[in-house]
């Protein structure tokens, strides 16, 4: 029974640190910019669920709405003030400009009446209920982070296949000068690019705030999910998926099995055993570019 529990809560925190990866994943593959901040762009997600839900007492699910949608906007923002005017300077300029802004939201929140750096909570509908079958306990906070990370993943799935704009993304992603020249408007995409990935970090904010509480160093998660995105492979979506799954279970079962400490490190002995065996990734694209 306990490895069972130990896999289902390692499922759970491992959806977790899958969409906070699918963030880093869905800029490098249109920017090829590793967005440092992602973790923290989860944070302000947090916070600012929790000023719908707990400080202007909305529903939740409402709050949840407002939230992702304030956040895309947010991320919109971040590429049209902050990356655009550094098009064509060396990538380390992006990165700074990322660590620079996740330090930002850090202070910015810190600073803010009603947030600041104390610890709050953000209570779910679904929150406190314990889930028994035979000697099986679950929380029900778990099961819902499994069953709607996988509702996410299926609605995305169908967005970048089924919509004229997803299959845009695909092509832009591939090789944004021909998607130039087939017409494609590849800086308004690369922008909503950012603003979805800094929704589904809300996303993934809403879905971790209520068995961690919500607080500024929520951010520091995403030095757990940008491993499971090595793991996966920096270029695959699915990747990202499996690789924060791999993650969060190698965590939980080392947390139980392995003597204190263990934990902590888990997610980079797992990257550094990955990359000897295969260092671009288990699901690394190694086809050539088309659009």
Request: include cysteine.
């Amino acid at each position: 029974m306990d490895f069972l529990q130990l896999t289902i809560a390692g499922v759970a925190i491992g959806c977790i640190y899958a969409l906070i990866a699918l963030g880093f994943v869905l800029i490098y593959k249109a920017t090829e910019v590793v967005n440092f901040a992602q973790g923290d762009v989860m944070m302000l997600g947090a916070f600012v669920a929790f000023t719908f839900a707990g400080l202007w007492q909305l529903p939740f699910w409402l709050a949840v709405i407002l939230a992702i949608g304030t956040l895309a906007i947010v991320g919109a923002l971040f590429d049209r003030v902050l990356l655009r005017p550094i098009i064509g300077q060396p990538t380390f300029a992006a990165v700074m400009v990322t660590l620079g802004a996740g330090f930002v939201m850090r202070g910015v929140a810190s600073m803010i009446p009603g947030w600041g750096t104390d610890t709050h909570a953000l209570k779910a509908p679904y929150s406190d209920i314990v889930l028994r079958v035979g000697g099986l306990s679950v929380l029900s906070d778990h099961i819902a982070i499994i069953v709607l990370t996988a509702m996410l993943c299926v609605l995305l799935y169908l967005f970048f296949k089924r919509t004229t704009v997803g299959i845009a993304m695909q092509a832009s992603s591939q090789n944004q000068l021909a998607a130039y020249y087939m017409g494609i408007p590849v800086r308004r995409i690369n922008t909503l690019i950012w603003g979805i990935s800094a929704g589904v970090a809300a996303f993934a904010a809403v879905l971790l705030a209520p068995i961690t509480f919500v607080h500024t160093n929520m951010g520091f998660i995403g030095l757990k999910a940008f491993p499971a995105a090595v793991v996966g492979g920096f270029g695959s979506i699915p990747g990202a998926i499996v690789g924060g799954l791999i993650i969060g279970l190698v965590e939980a079962y080392a947390g139980f099995y392995l003597p204190e400490g263990f934990k902590d490190v888990a997610a980079y002995i797992v990257v550094l055993a990955v990359l000897m065996v295969r260092p671009s990734g288990i699901f690394a694209e190694m086809r050539r570019k088309k659009v």
